[in-house]
């Protein structure tokens, strides 16, 4: 790992398990979703939800641990720093993902038939986004070099939701619903799509890293 010395292995391994319990957190995140596009809302959705907010929770706490091992090691302050800010804005991700959950299952959005399948996708592209910043992440740490190639998956998975999100709200706002279904759909297409938006985000920042790493 390119930010730390070889006794700093505890360190290196905080990080990778944080990655995998982000990893774990939208695997989660995927399979509630497929569950509300196939049964609605209902128990088995709430599981799911549940089960990804545990997985986010987690992440979240070893984040933290993290954060307070980096502060009490000798590493220099702009390593340290470059860590500690890929750390937060990475962790962005997995808190968009619950947040998608929540906001169905609170405000008990249910989905037209007709839009289902579009949904369905705009959620795939996304996860697609976040699996590309685990590469650039990945890339980073182990092949600074190639980094730049990957976070260029990115940008085009962040180009193509862009493209969904609005095609999807044209559907919506074209659709015989009354207004307040509409206006709580678009919400819904909003908060799906910032999962693409802190890719990028993240990708950016990833991006800086490296060029610094490789001066």
Known sequence: MVFLWKKQKNIQDMIEGYFELCDRCFQLFQEATAVYF???????????????????????????????????????PDSRGDLLGLLETF????????????????????????????????????????CATRKAVDSLFHNPVATLHTTKEVDEKESESDRRERALITAIFKSDMDTGEKLLLKDVVILMGRISDRAEATADRISIVAIKRQI
């Open 38 to 76: 196939e049964q609605g809302l209902g128990q088995a959705f709430d599981q799911g939800v549940e089960a990804t907010h545990k997985a986010e929770s987690e992440a979240d706490d070893q984040r933290r641990e993290i954060e307070l091992t980096l502060y009490g090691k000798a590493l220099l």
């Open 91 to 130: 962790d962005r991700l997995p808190n968009a993902a619950e947040t998608i959950l929540f906001a169905i299952r609170t405000q008990l959005v249910v989905l037209p038939d007709e839009l289902k399948e579009a949904f369905a996708a705009l959620i795939d592209i996304n996860v697609q986004a976040y």
